[in-house]
């Protein structure tokens, strides 16, 4: 079955420390990759996206996510995180010629000690 | 403004009663979904539409049903025959099915007791 995998379920870090969030997906095809992010009680919203082009994408916020395609990969990254960066992260993903439906990971939660 | 409305924020209803949710967009998109998250699970499909008067189960479709009369609204109910219906259910819409991402609205969480 396809799948998203998001290796962290919780991350914890001091505010200023480098973050990186592992997405692994699990289709052979072309694909639409896209980082969501859920701040506490607010609506989930798009932190970035890959459709084609630079693999080394740049989002809202100072975030970026590397597309490797030989390693499925698309792991998001903040080079010093802010305390309300604290959220859940979403990687997902649409496999082109499929139904257009975004297949999601678990989720990461970010917690970011002041 | 626009965007994704759903109502309300909180619902509590009794075990065995069915409840509808309300989701409404104005942002003239075709597509339209349901998701429920629930904690450590990330959000799992549970109906989509492409067009007005067609939609299509997800993973998780048992228990629900929804109706796609116009383009702007995408009423999901919760049947008593779903099993565990405590959740927080998002509503989300996108231009086209295929290659768009998707905008999500605030969310609505039902509690069943």
């Known amino acids: 079955a396809q799948s998203v995998s998001q290796h962290n379920h919780h991350v914890i870090l001091s505010e200023a420390a480098s973050l990186e969030l592992g997405c692994n997906y699990s289709y052979g095809g072309t694909v639409n990759l896209f980082w969501y992010v859920q701040y506490p009680g607010q609506h989930l919203q798009l932190l970035l996206k890959?459709?084609?082009?630079?693999?080394l994408v740049k989002g809202i916020k100072g975030f970026e996510a590397e597309f490797i395609k030989s390693k499925f990969s698309f792991n998001l990254r903040k080079p010093s995180v802010q305390w309300s960066d604290t959220a859940e992260y979403f990687c997902?993903?649409?496999?082109?010629?499929?139904?257009?439906?975004?297949?999601f990971g678990k989720g990461t939660k970010l917690s970011v000690k002041p | 403004d626009g965007g994704i409305t759903q109502s309300p924020k909180y619902l509590f209803r009794k075990e065995g009663q069915n409840v509808t949710l309300s989701c409404e967009q104005n942002?003239?998109?075709?597509?339209m979904y349901w998701y429920r998250q629930d904690p450590g699970q990330g959000l799992r499909l549970i109906y989509y539409?492409?067009?007005?008067?067609?939609?299509q189960k997800g993973d998780i479709a048992e228990g629900y049903s929804v109706s796609r009369e116009k383009k702007e609204s995408f009423p999901l109910t919760v049947t008593s025959a779903q099993k565990n219906p405590t959740a927080f259910y998002l509503c989300a819409s996108s231009p086209r099915a295929v290659l768009y991402e998707q905008y999500f609205g605030p969310g609505t969480r039902l509690t069943v007791t």
């Open positions: 942002l003239n998109h075709d597509a």
């Open positions: 890959y459709f084609s082009g630079d693999p």
């Open positions: 539409s492409q067009i007005v008067n067609d939609f």
């Open positions: 997902a993903v649409i496999q082109r010629g499929s139904q257009g439906n975004l297949i």
